[in-house]
């Protein structure tokens, strides 16, 4: 993907961020770490839960999508900082072996009015499951440098 500036994220705009699976493992080492609840720690004592087995942390499904969002498209743009997220969801489950496919659409761009040289850039953001079922939703404002004049596209 091309270096992105401010100007190059477009309303409606859709971008696919690859993908990640979540091992038992994994899930299991970042409950410990960071949310250390039973239905993502034990296996056994999930089965015994409402969710029937073991399942990743809404927290840990946020990370995997920044990892997603950093490396298919934030490391290559003129990201200045995340300054917002809002409407957290995860209307299902992530389990041990799911492929988790992310997805961000650009909702708003709008320039900052007290400082010309970056905008704002408003995306929802997508997880999905191998079975194209959403994991977690959110929304996400994050502030983008402008194309630097020297940049600027030639005018025809």
Same mark, same amino acid.
């Given at each position: 993907?091309?270096?992105?500036?401010f100007?190059?994220? !477009?309303?409606?705009?859709?971008?696919? #961020?690859? &993908?990640?699976?979540?091992?038992? %493992?994994?899930? *299991?080492g970042?409950? =410990?770490?960071?949310?250390?609840?039973?239905?993502?720690?034990?296996?056994?004592?999930a089965?015994?839960?409402?969710?029937?087995?073991?399942?990743?942390?809404?927290?840990?499904t946020?990370?995997?999508?920044? !990892?997603l969002?950093?490396?298919e498209? #934030?490391? &290559?743009?003129?990201?200045?900082? %995340?300054?917002? *997220?809002?409407?957290? =969801?995860?209307?299902?489950?992530?389990?041990?072996?799911?492929?988790?496919?992310?997805r961000?659409?650009?909702?708003?761009?709008?320039?900052?009015?007290?400082?010309p040289?970056?905008?704002?850039?408003?995306?929802?953001?997508e997880?999905?499951?191998?079975?194209? &079922?959403?994991?977690?939703?959110?929304?996400?404002?994050?502030?983008?440098g =402008?194309?630097?004049?020297?940049?600027?596209?030639a005018?025809?």
């Amino acid at each position: 993907m091309a270096f992105r500036y401010f100007e190059d994220f !477009r309303p409606g705009e859709t971008t696919l #961020l690859g &993908e990640r699976v979540l091992s038992e %493992g994994e899930i *299991i080492g970042f409950a =410990r770490a960071f949310d250390p609840q039973m239905v993502h720690l034990d296996p056994e004592a999930a089965r015994q839960s409402r969710f029937g087995g073991l399942i990743a942390s809404g927290w840990q499904t946020c990370v995997v999508l920044m !990892r997603l969002w950093v490396d298919e498209m #934030l490391r &290559e743009s003129s990201a200045l900082a %995340g300054t917002g *997220i809002d409407d957290i =969801r995860w209307p299902r489950p992530v389990r041990p072996g799911d492929r988790l496919t992310a997805r961000v659409t650009v909702l708003e761009a709008t320039p900052s009015r007290g400082k010309p040289d970056r905008g704002f850039v408003k995306h929802h953001c997508e997880l999905s499951n191998q079975h194209g &079922e959403i994991v977690m939703t959110m929304r996400s404002l994050a502030l983008f440098g =402008r194309r630097p004049e020297r940049d600027a596209p030639a005018l025809r």
